[in-house]
């Protein structure tokens, strides 16, 4: 029996220590049976999966999302039932195992509430871990993307991991998926140049350009630029960085009537520049307009996530039309 809680913005690394848990705790055999995934489950069926015992598929492993109910009071538990949670929780069947996780988003300064009883509860019986995102100036991100490369027995010179950095940013998801693209364009080579980076990984400039027409509205350039993304990146690639940056518009927003813009950097840990850039761009957008266009991404996103949107183009398009 092992319980954890995971939490933090590197959703990459996450996924990779879920997925090690999957391999060491779970017979594939019966992986439909032993694996379970839950999204913010209401009272009852949290309950059932703490205490369901496992019958004859081995080892169980249950994913339980958790941020509506650590992060923020979208949902809560009142103390009856905070009592009998606790009681599943400090009597878990031997060969059940369970992650509860809290995703934040990127660029998202937020952490799970310490103050929650429930948090209090589930950090006692569990071994918490955190994946903050990486800083692009971190050596951290150089290794992390190092390993990555040895994986897709790819070989990388320093100066090209940080030209990958230059390029891409330090979303490891991201990264993973363009060394992946990379490993295929550029066969049977190995080894890894500048050139076949700046020819084959996109740049996280080439979204930042999207966002800034998005802003504008302009629909036909909208639908053109993310035409050219496509060629190069997965339709979720381009929204995860989307999200990203119109949280971070959100942010500057919000703080720019209240700081200065050195004191925004400080506080977003982001270069000045960066910041008098951004505010230079969203200048006449309202902040309700920004926190709308991030939460028609989120759902859009959702909807190819689920497979109730094929296409990226119509997932953008919805947006628009939002």
Known sequence: MAVFLFFGQEEYLMEKEIKKLKNELLDVSFLTM????FDNPPFA???E???STPLMFGNTLSLIYMDKYLIGNKLSLDDKQLEAFEQALSSINDSANIVFTCKIPRDENRKPDSRKKLYKIISKYSLVKEFPQYKTYQKELNSEIAKIAKEKDLVLSSENINLIIEQI???LTLIDSELEKLKISILPERNVTSKA???YCSSSEDVFILADLIISGNKDEILKQYSLLTEKRHPLEIFS???SNFQRYIFIKNYQKRMNTKDIALKLKLHEYIIIKSLEKINKVSLDKLI???ENLIKAEYKIKTGKITSGETALELV???
């Open 34 to 37: 032993s694996y379970k995934i």
């Open 45 to 47: 069926t949290l309950l």
């Open 49 to 51: 999966c703490i205490q």
């Open 169 to 171: 940013g330090s979303n």
């Open 197 to 199: 980076i700046r020819t």
């Open 241 to 243: 960085v989307l999200q």
């Open 292 to 294: 709308k266009i991030r």
């Open 320 to 322: 628009l039309l939002s």
